[in-house]
């Protein structure tokens, strides 16, 4: 009888032990999924922000195509902005060719400016771009307050930029239609909502007293 009961005893230790340690696994698994939680597109514009209409520009493509930069006719326009000789930019090649088949709707329009046309025109036939309309256009880059490539800008079916920043990675660029279908500004803004608030009054208080 004294045998039962301590091996009972026994197993109610272990019972509580394997408890506490389920436990404290489980807070460690929130801790670690706090330090790799996804990191969105960088946000750096000192011209634009989510919310904004899109400058509407008139652009040529190299195949001769002219449409408007920002004028959507219902459909997404994603603006990946690049150079032939930027090394990050020709990584994430592979990635917009993907969405273009994935996100359907979205006009993947790729823009550039310096070099000459022929330099382009061969980046294109040696990247294999020739499905996306490709753009050289100083004009656009500044209007839309490009300072750093890679760079993206995804505009919505109104004609209104849903989400923008410095894309580095297929998670950045991933990012960029998460923030548009959950409706926040960022990923950033959606993990860390008290923040994101924060910053918005901060910025409310500041234009009111410039007002």
Sequence with gaps: MELLTTAVVVLWVLVIALVVVVIALARQVGVL?????????????????????APRIAIQTLTGNTFEVG????????????????????????????????????????????????????????????QFDYAISEVVGRSYGVSKLPYAVLIDDR?????????????????????????????????NPEQAEGEQGALYHNAADKS
């Design 71 to 130: 004028d959507v006719n219902g459909a997404r326009q994603l603006l990946f902005f690049l150079t032939p000789d930027c090394p990050i930019c020709k990584s994430l090649l592979p990635v917009l060719k993907t969405f273009q088949r994935a996100e359907k709707g979205t006009h993947i329009v790729l823009m550039s400016d310096g070099d000459t046309p022929a330099e382009h025109e061969t980046y294109v036939q040696e990247q294999e771009l020739t």
């Design 159 to 191: 004609g209104v930029i849903s989400s923008l920043g410095i894309v580095n990675s297929r998670e950045h660029l991933e990012s960029l239609f998460e923030a548009d279908r959950l409706g926040v500004a960022s990923i950033q803004d959606y993990l």
């Design 33 to 53: 999924y706090e330090r790799v939680a996804p990191a969105g597109a960088l946000m750096i514009n000192q011209q634009l922000k989510v919310g904004d209409a």
